[in-house]
């Protein structure tokens, strides 16, 4: 039997994946949108909003958390979709993406709490890397023994590149060179 507390539970997480959702295309568009205009976008009221996330930066924060985390958890779906190697490819690309985009929602971002916020979401994201890099391993594609963490400092190249048709083909170049780099030795 669904109690009004289900319910209301229910309507209370609807609301939030809402919120996140708007936030993250509001302040995509404009870093300096109101919460208000948040708040519209994902037709809910001023205080709905404001219980969720009483503060700007909660909310912002909120919203990179649960980005990472997806990004983090869609790694098994590519595995399972793609080849080794195009999985931890694509990966990367999304990770890119996402990183550029959070420039972004990030002009609040610059302080104690942002720094949590990244630390609480590094060891997530390096698990998923070490997931990718263990299927690489695997199939043969990549030598044994890379640290996810160097891995990522090496992928950093990838939110660095500029926007645009140019950017992507650069990008690609540099992940071959990458690529050529992490295959195993022959001996």
């Keep these: 039997m669904v109690t009004k507390y289900d319910t209301q539970r229910q309507a ?16 995509t568009a404009s870093p300096t949108a109101s919460m208000n205009e948040v708040a519209t976008r994902a037709r809910v009221g ?13 909310l912002i924060l909120a919203v990179y958390k649960h980005d990472v985390l997806k990004l983090v958890g869609s790694v098994d779906k590519l595995l399972a979709k793609h080849a080794p190697l195009d999985a931890f490819v694509a990966w990367f690309d999304s990770l ?3 990183v550029r985009l959070k420039h972004g929602l990030g002009e609040a971002l610059h302080n ?14 390096e698990g998923a890397v070490r997931r990718l890099l263990d299927a690489c391993v695997t199939a043969g594609v990549v030598q044994p023994g890379l640290e996810p963490g ?3 400092l090496v992928m950093g190249f990838l939110w660095r590149v500029a926007p645009g048709p140019a950017g992507v083909q650069q990008g690609s170049r540099v992940t071959q060179i990458v690529l050529d780099g992490i295959r195993p030795r022959s001996e």
């Design 96 to 98: 890119a993406a996402y």
């Design 150 to 152: 160097d891995v990522l």
């Design 12 to 27: 209370a997480e609807r609301n939030h994946a809402a919120i996140l959702d708007a936030a993250r295309e509001v302040f």
């Design 112 to 125: 104690a709490a942002v720094q949590n916020a990244i630390n609480e979401t590094y060891a997530p994201v």
């Design 46 to 58: 001023a205080g709905t909003l404001y219980r969720h996330f009483p503060t700007r930066e909660d």
